[in-house]
């Protein structure tokens, strides 16, 4: 039985949610990268058009959240005191 590709609203629930998990992340730079590997890999699998590509990817993208969230949790416990230079700078 073939997966049926996600739908554009689906797509974009994903999209934003892993968004939101990146923003929970205390320290700059792992935010950061968690944003930025997203909409990478949001941007890398937009143009696909057979369906059991895109079901692959959507549930791809739906594993790399639970672990995002797993992270998320983990990084909370262990983050540091001290901000960033980067972030002292953007304020």
Known sequence: MAAAAPSKSEVLSLFRTLLRTAR???DYNIREYT?????DAFRENRALA??????AA???G???L??????VLVYSLYAPKAKSVVEMKMQ
């Open 66 to 71: 639970e672990v995002a969230k797993r992270q």
């Open 24 to 26: 929970q992340f205390s």
């Open 62 to 64: 739906k594993q790399q």
């Open 50 to 55: 057979d369906a059991p590509a895109a079901a």
């Open 58 to 60: 959507f549930a791809d």
């Open 35 to 39: 944003r930025r590997r997203a909409a």
